[in-house]
């Protein structure tokens, strides 16, 4: 009885430091994606003649797309940890797989935001 408490308490805290390894991930995949998000506007407003011009997209749309992409990435970023939580204590022996297969996606996202 101890030893599958002992086995259950350190799978539920490799689960959860695993979790806050993902959590901490996905900070950073918001914070480089809302950088990327942010560029790919001011570009399009500059070739569409906007900022410094009289175009369709001044520096308000930028504004507001940067604004609504951080709402955006934040509420997709917050559902994502409740989800990864309840999804990497349920694991048991595939925890490891399953937390290679969501740090391989943030990892590519946050390749894609440092382009």
Do not use: C
Request: glycine share 14%; no cysteine.
């Amino acid at each position: 009885m101890a030893e599958g408490g002992k086995q259950n308490l350190g799978s539920t805290l490799s689960a959860y430091g695993l979790w806050l390894v993902s959590t901490a991930l996905m900070v950073l995949d918001v914070l480089v994606l809302r950088r990327f998000l942010l560029r790919m506007s001011v570009a399009l407003a500059q070739r569409s003649g906007g900022l410094h011009h009289i175009g369709p997209l001044d520096h308000w749309t930028v504004a507001a797309v940067d604004q609504f992409g951080v709402l955006l990435l934040g509420a997709a970023g917050l559902v994502l940890i409740f989800v990864l939580e309840g999804w990497y204590t349920r694991a048991g022996p595939g925890l490891l797989r399953r937390f290679a297969k969501v740090a391989g996606v943030q990892v590519a996202l946050l390749a894609l935001g440092l382009l």
